[in-house]
């Protein structure tokens, strides 16, 4: 075994949460060597489990991607819960002069309640152009640190209360991720834009579940780490489905031309809920890296091994399983974009940002092209990875930013060009 993954599997029997030097250790691990890169084999997306080649469109919607979402739902990612039996939308404030009047601003908050008595809602901000000749399409995406950090207007109401941090909802956090968003940019070019904070559908800590969208449906009173059937990446999906159902309700909307976007952990999330929900008509998944657009396989940047130690939650139980023993895993994660397919999905990396393998997100969108070619089309056009801030088309596009793990501008300019190409 390659001593990597030798030593990883050593410190995978190790108990992380009471012992630094575990964490340490584990850190200490992390491959940034292209040299060190073990050899692997990718499994391919077309093989089905009784050892059948996938050759039409028809073969893959019908058989093969029902089988692989079930894979992913059982070994990553969890089930998916139903829609809540009842769902609202309340229109907590609404603005006609937003952003210098150039867009129409609402709050609303999505109630979902349960013939069992038990509700959960959380609040999302909408800007949409304001004059639109017709309804418009959008961008919907989780926020990290509340609705009111997504923008520079300071009257937005603050979210994020679910975690019970009170200290992190203060007046300096707002505006203070306004340019992962660029609300004003898309709203000047005919897009809507709305967003909703992660931690009000499961915040996001190991002991986060009884205050999460999953106890609509389980008693989880104190239940800590990882879940059997449950991930909190899943419920973070099934919220960003529930963003759409409520932007069906918006008049100005045209929610079959939604491009859903997400940074990071909310960009493993994205390509999650692309995959399950496909009222998504464009997936962009931001330096999602480990769990997210990155094949496991290379074992470079981030490993599962500390990905699950430091973050049980984000995953089922049963993931740790392959850890440093990802070649046992029947798929890696170029199925996950395949899912998406025949939707446009764009993956964006850093060039510092090793931690999510840049490299291996290139290689994974590219992979995907085989499911891309039953359809017709190419995949991504690219053989070989494009200069930096260079950006590839196709039905899989790619780019990889000068700088660090973010979501900034220049993310955004790629992702218009292809809703200019898709959406409008
Ligand atoms: C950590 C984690 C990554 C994740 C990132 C983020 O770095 O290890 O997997 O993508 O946080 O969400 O910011």
């Not at 001593?3 to 250790?25: F, G, H, I, M, N």
């Not at 008595?117 to 399409?137: C, I, T, V």
């Not at 419920?235 to 997400?262: F, K, M, Q, Y």
Request: hydrophobic fraction near 40%; proline fraction near 6%.
């Amino acid at each position: 075994m390659h001593p990597l993954k030798q030593r990883a599997r050593e410190l995978a029997t190790q108990d992380y949460r009471s012992a630094p030097s575990v964490r340490e250790a584990i850190l200490a691990l992390t491959n940034y060597d292209e040299s060190q890169v073990p050899p692997y084999t990718l499994p391919s997306p077309l093989q089905t489990a009784d050892g059948k080649t996938i050759a039409t469109a028809n073969e893959w919607m019908n058989f093969q991607r029902p089988a692989i979402l079930n894979l992913f739902k059982k070994e990553m990612y969890g089930q998916m819960p139903p829609r809540p039996d009842q769902m609202a939308f309340e229109i907590l404030t609404e603005r006609n002069d937003a952003l210098d009047n150039t867009a129409i601003r609402q709050e609303i908050r999505i109630h979902c309640s349960m013939r069992n008595g038990r509700s959960h809602s959380f609040d999302m901000l909408l800007y949409r152009p304001k004059n639109a000749p017709e309804p418009a399409p959008a961008f919907l995406g989780l926020c990290f640190k509340g609705n009111h950090a997504t923008t520079d207007e300071t009257d937005v109401r603050m979210t994020g209360q679910r975690l019970g941090k009170p200290e992190l909802l203060t007046e300096d956090t707002r505006g203070i991720q306004a340019e992962r968003w660029s609300f004003r940019e898309l709203v000047k070019r005919g897009y809507a834009g709305a967003t909703i904070c992660y931690h009000d559908i499961f915040p996001d800590h190991a002991g986060g579940w009884d205050q999460s969208i999953f106890a609509l449906f389980e008693d989880l009173d104190g239940f800590n780490g990882a879940h059997p059937k449950y991930s909190s990446i899943g419920g973070w999906a099934w919220g960003l489905s529930r963003g759409l159902d409520c932007l069906e309700h918006i008049p100005g909307i045209d929610p079959t031309r939604i491009a859903l976007h997400g940074h990071s952990r909310l960009g493993k999330t994205s390509l999650w809920a692309g995959a399950c929900d496909q009222r998504f008509r464009i997936v962009i998944s931001n330096d999602s890296g480990c769990g997210g657009a990155t094949l496991a396989r290379r074992f470079f940047g981030e490993t599962y091994l500390f990905i699950v130690n430091a973050m049980p939650h984000w995953f089922v139980k049963s993931f740790r399983q392959y850890i440093a023993n990802e070649d046992a895993m029947p798929f890696d994660q170029h199925f996950l974009i395949a899912l998406s397919a025949p939707r446009p999905v764009v993956v964006a990396s850093a060039a510092e940002d090793l931690w999510a393998d840049p490299k291996g997100e290139f290689l994974s969108a590219q992979n995907a092209g085989a499911v891309y070619a039953l359809f017709g089309s190419k995949g991504l056009e690219a053989d070989a990875m494009p200069a930096l801030d260079e950006y590839v088309t196709g039905d899989v596009s790619y780019h990889v930013r000068t700088g660090k793990h973010d979501q900034t501008w220049v993310d955004w300019q790629h992702y218009l060009k292809i809703a200019d190409r898709y959406l409008v």
